[in-house]
């Protein structure tokens, strides 16, 4: 199927490539980037300036720009949503910046040489501008790329900073964000106070004034469509019916002209009509504008294009455009939702009510977070911003003892569900302009205070459930955890740094996380989304499983989480283990096949190119009300043929049920159809001594062999109680566990009378055997003998154990 986003991505390489090529003679596009091109590229980002720079000096500022958003934003009809893979802000952008930038010479005031601007030359020029801008921006991408320090292990994570703030608009949905903003800056009595009377408005009002100033703009530019609409069909009409008059022709063709090259005026909004629209006094309607117009007073044409190329946008914090009679535009609407809340939060650092702001942040981050996990965890045991003790010092380390702890450390979230535990650590810590900006050393910073810290904390609960089996926790004493075998961590940040977020690798290499504590670094509103698109909890702790593996982010490249969410709804986000190692793991499967190791060997790092585009239909159309609304699909997972027991699983309430379901899941398509039939093909086949029948399986699909499973697929037959088949299969489940050395495993046991699902068996079990399941173990095959494959329905003579007969098949794989 046809990706018009990787055509994009090619494209763009393509043009990278082109450009490498020209700045050296080497075939090699890596030693024109490492070795000489920097003045080189320099001196062509300062021309390619100069050049467009001249060229945009013609036109007037407010006109261009508005030619410009016609030519490059999509459009599209009321109530549509756009879905194009090569529509971006930044060349926009870029150019309403480069037009702004106030004349330095008396020679930039004069007409220009070549006299009035005609008709259409502006939707001329703009139609050739979107390659002359790429190219500058691909440019100054080289540059950053010939600059970056290859020894530097921030440097890959500062360019995807640099990249996401020049190329990414909205990495959440502006919707979400303004809700957001709302309970943020409005949310806190104090805080809304402190703005009002710092600033004379508060977060509504700045929404409402930039709101109004777009939806007056759209209003302004449906009329020229009107208006250009019925001039035209009057010309029309007038020359088919041979009445042809000049007068009518000549407003076709000015409103034709209007609409798509109008007057500034045409173009922007007068402050009267704000304050009408929206009902706030104009005095603070004036006072909004004040803080959010775009001031390039002083600024170079140069110095824009290389602040907005080193990614300090100057209308990012402000978005609002001010002609000199007082008359408002906005470039785009993807800007202003965003900058309300970065643009008030840099005044209340300088407020007596940041400290309360503060922890308002992140008080609200903790209550989103939790709620968006109890919509995907349902029927967990939370704890929410406890105390707990850990080692003091070196000394109560090495005593491991819990009871004489001594530290007295804070958590944020603590879920259980039966042998599954996820620590969650929330970090309201805002990503600053300056490492936008590109400065590593504020980066790093920033970046240790949202990721670090929530890695080692979350790792410190972690550590402790694994090492003490439980943790003391202040006003409730010991807790035992001992029964927990998984463990996953999650660090959430209030805000969207998606292309670092997503880089789970390159944090890694830049020792912002270790390699043996990797949480799942998420947004508070990717996290949301997240739990609000899963269907079943499953497919939730799957995706965890998936997400934290640290060679996930190595062979899958995304600018975006939602991107390799959906990913994962499609494809499984699965990568391949090393097969030596699997086997280190678990010594009893066979020597890897040739196809297992050439299916490891044949791996490949991918580009995740944007899926969210019916993501994006189902988010804006799920609210619409009325007979006529038509709301998009949601994405789901993609059918998978257990999906039916996972939802039993749950149903039933089984011990287990989350963390059988996610492996029950993992299999690839053709195992999951062998996990549902198993049953079938037992009750349909059973032994004609009456004895029960079984299969088993052992999943090895990890190098870590706290992560293996017994599956046990098992009957009762006729002649024997249900109590004594249930001690018959646990016996056999916790046996063959302890031969494989595997911590868990599930038996679905069936009745062959009536051929129902009779139990769902869960075993967590690990340490030493009882009496009566040791004697089991020394009646099982040797473990040996998992590298035979037996078809299920073969049938096989009755042992003298009165056990249930154990089918085994070769060690399955997770996908």
């Known amino acids: 199927m046809f990706d018009p986003h990787a055509k994009v991505i090619i494209d763009s390489w393509a043009s990278l490539m082109v450009l490498m090529g020209k700045f050296h003679a080497s075939d090699d596009p890596a030693v024109a980037v490492g070795e000489a091109v920097g003045e080189a590229v320099d001196e062509a980002v300062d021309e390619a300036v100069d050049e467009f720079a001249s060229k945009v000096r013609r036109f007037d500022p407010i006109r261009l720009i508005e030619v410009a958003r016609l030519a490059f934003l999509p459009l599209v009809p009321a109530g549509m949503i756009p879905v194009t893979a090569d529509s971006s802000a930044a060349p926009l952008e870029l150019l309403a910046l480069t037009a702004l930038v106030p004349p330095q010479e008396a020679a930039d ?13 502006m939707s001329h020029f703009v139609s050739t501008a979107r390659e002359e801008i790429d190219k500058l921006l691909h440019l100054a991408q080289l540059r950053s790329f010939a600059a970056a320090d290859p020894t530097d292990k921030l440097a890959l994570v500062s360019l995807l900073v640099q990249g996401g703030e020049v190329w990414m608009r909205n990495s959440s949905y502006p919707e979400m964000v303004e809700t957001t903003n709302r309970a943020l800056l409005d949310g806190d009595p104090e805080v809304r106070a402190a703005l009002v009377a710092e600033l004379g408005f508060d977060a509504s009002d700045a929404l409402a004034v930039l709101d109004a100033c777009h939806e007056l703009q759209v209003v302004s530019m449906n009329h020229r469509i009107d208006a250009m609409r019925d001039s035209v069909s009057e010309a029309m009409a007038s020359t088919e019916t041979g009445r042809a008059d000049d007068g009518v022709m000549d407003l076709a063709r000015s409103s ?8 500034a005026v045409e173009a922007t909004v007068a402050i009267e009509d704000v304050v009408r629209h929206t009902g706030i006094a104009e005095d603070k309607v004036k006072a909004v504008i004040e803080r959010f117009r775009l001031d390039l007073a002083g600024a170079t044409p140069a110095e824009v294009v290389d602040a907005f190329t080193a990614g300090q946008n100057p209308l990012r914090t402000q978005p609002l455009i001010v002609t000199t009679d007082e008359r408002l535009m906005l470039p785009h609407p993807g800007l202003h939702v965003f900058a309300v809340r970065e643009n008030l939060e840099e005044h209340l650092k300088t407020s007596a009510a940041w400290n309360k702001y503060a922890k308002h942040r992140g008080d609200l981050l903790e209550v989103r977070t939790r709620d968006a996990l109890g919509r995907v965890l349902p029927g967990a ?3 929410d911003g406890f105390e707990y003790y850990v080692p003091a010092n070196a000394t109560e380390t090495a005593n491991a003892d819990p009871a004489k702890y001594t530290k007295r450390v804070e958590g944020d979230h603590l879920v259980l569900i039966d042998d599954v535990a996820i620590v969650v650590e929330d970090k309201a810590v805002a990503f600053s302009a300056l490492s936008r900006g590109g400065k590593k050393t504020r980066i790093r910073n920033d970046l240790t205070g949202i990721v670090t810290k929530a890695a080692e904390q979350a790792g410190r609960i972690r550590d402790g459930i694994e090492q003490d089996g439980g943790l003391r926790i202040e006003d409730e004493g010991w807790v035992d955890l001992s029964h927990i075998r998984e463990i996953h961590t999650i660090a959430v940040s209030l805000d969207d740094i998606s292309p670092v977020l997503t880089a789970t690798a390159e944090l890694v290499r830049a020792e912002l996380l270790s390699a043996d504590n990797i949480p799942w670094t998420v947004s508070l509103h990717d996290l949301e989304l997240i739990t609000e698109l899963v269907d079943r909890p499953s497919e939730f702790l ?8 640290p060679n996930v982010t190595l062979m899958f490249s995304a600018p975006d989480e939602l991107d390799l969410f959906l990913h994962f709804f499609e494809a499984g986000l699965w990568v391949e283990p090393d097969p030596a190692q699997v086997r280190t793991a678990f010594p009893f499967i066979p020597e890897p096949s040739p196809a297992e190791l050439r299916r490891y060997r044949s791996q490949k790092p991918a580009i995740v190119t ?13 609210h619409e009300a009325g007979p006529e609304a038509a709301s998009a699909l949601k994405p789901h997972m993609a059918a998978t043929p257990t999906a039916s027991l996972v939802d039993e699983l749950q149903e039933r309430n089984v011990t287990g049920w989350l963390s059988i379901g996610a ?15 198993y049953g079938a093909e037992l009750l349909n086949n059973p032994l004609p001594n009456g004895q029960g029948r079984s299969i088993t399986i052992p999943i090895t699909a990890s190098a870590d062999p706290a992560e293996g499973w017994l599956f046990v697929w098992a009957t ?3 002649g024997e109680e249900p109590a004594a088949a249930q001690q018959r299969v646990m016996d056999y489940v916790r046996a063959k566990k302890h031969q494989l050395n595997l911590p868990r495993g599930v038996v679905f046991l069936y009745d062959e009378p009536t051929g129902d699902l009779r139990d769902i068996l869960y075993d967590g079990h690990i340490g030493p055997l009882d009496a009566s399941v040791t004697a089991t173990v020394r009646t099982l095959r040797p473990a040996s003998d998992l590298q035979r494959t037996l078809h299920p329905n073969a049938k096989h003579p009755a042992r003298n154990t009165g056990k249930a007969k154990s089918k085994q098949k070769r060690p399955k794989r997770k996908r």
């Open 716 to 718: 009762r037959p006729a």
């Open 663 to 677: 492996t029950l899941l993992s299999g690839a398509h053709t195992t999951q159809h062998k996990f549902a039939r």
């Open 542 to 549: 799957l995706y965890l499983r998936r997400r934290r593996n």
């Open 109 to 121: 005031v004069t007409a220009s040489p070549q006299g009035p601007v005609a008709e259409q030359e």
């Open 256 to 263: 034709l002209m209007t609409m798509f090259e109008p007057e």
């Open 381 to 383: 045991r939370y704890r």
């Open 610 to 622: 944007s899926r969210t585009d019916a993501l994006d239909q189902w988010f804006h159309t799920k």
